[in-house]
């Protein structure tokens, strides 16, 4: 079965509370065998309590299934990206390095497997409500269509392009943002608050890096 294709992720981290509920409910899904898929970052630790979640986007092009030398990374024809396949995954977090949004982890307790959100396939071809969206008391995480997401989020609107330097990607999963934006490709380099590459100079690193 396909995920039903009026049916679409939102997520709008402004809106995360950093209760956890998520993580708790992921390693729940009858797929992950007790292991969430997803988790919280600080946004800005030393200044903020404020958490985003980090869930698998599902590029149009995903990165990680391009890198994968063993081909272990597969997508639906509707457009999931799936946890690498266990008899083909070598365990060399390629996927881990490549991936712009820092999604798949490689599980090295044992299994020595990639694992990360796949959007709870087995419930959302169904369709019902991911795990992780089920639960979200803020609705950070909402699985519905976009006449919902307008409805309940009228000052928003759904972002699912995104731009890190040179390389463009789209994605599945639609990441809100404030309705005054521009509606571009959100180019991720221009909310960082320093340059890396300055960042490296100002600690020496620079010429080590590039040696």
């Given at each position: 079965?396909?995920?039903?294709?009026?049916?679409?992720?939102f997520m709008d981290p402004n809106r995360c509370i950093g209760c956890e509920?998520?993580?708790?409910?992921?390693?729940e899904c009858d797929t992950h065998k007790g292991t969430a898929m997803i988790h919280l970052e600080y946004t800005d630790r030393p200044s903020s309590p404020q958490t985003a979640p980090v869930i698998c986007m599902h590029c149009d092009s995903p990165t990680c299934a391009e890198v994968c030398p063993a081909d272990a990374i597969?997508?639906?024809?509707?457009?999931?990206?799936?946890?690498?396949?266990?008899?083909?995954?070598?365990?060399?977090?390629?996927?881990?390095?490549?991936?712009p949004f820092g999604v798949p982890k490689v599980e090295v307790t044992g299994i020595e497997l990639m694992m990360k959100c796949d959007m709870c396939y087995d419930r959302t071809s169904?369709?019902?409500k991911p795990m992780c969206a089920s639960v979200c008391p803020?609705?950070?995480?909402?699985?519905?269509?976009?006449?919902?997401?307008?409805?309940?989020?009228?000052?928003?609107?759904?972002?699912?392009e995104?731009?890190?330097?040179?390389?463009?990607?789209r994605t599945k999963v639609n990441m809100l943002v404030p309705r005054h934006d521009s509606g571009e490709p959100l180019l991720v380099t221009d909310h960082l608050e320093t340059d890396p590459v300055e960042d490296l100079m100002m600690d020496g690193l620079f010429e080590e890096a590039m040696a």
């Open positions: 079965m396909a995920v039903p294709a009026e049916l679409e992720f509920a998520c993580v708790q409910a992921c390693s597969k997508k639906t024809p509707d457009g999931v990206v799936q946890s690498a396949r266990k008899e083909r995954c070598i365990g060399c977090n390629n996927c881990g390095l490549a991936c169904e369709g019902k803020s609705q950070c995480l909402f699985f519905g269509t976009r006449e919902e997401i307008a409805r309940l989020r009228p000052n928003s609107q759904p972002v699912n995104f731009q890190f330097g040179a390389q463009g990607i």
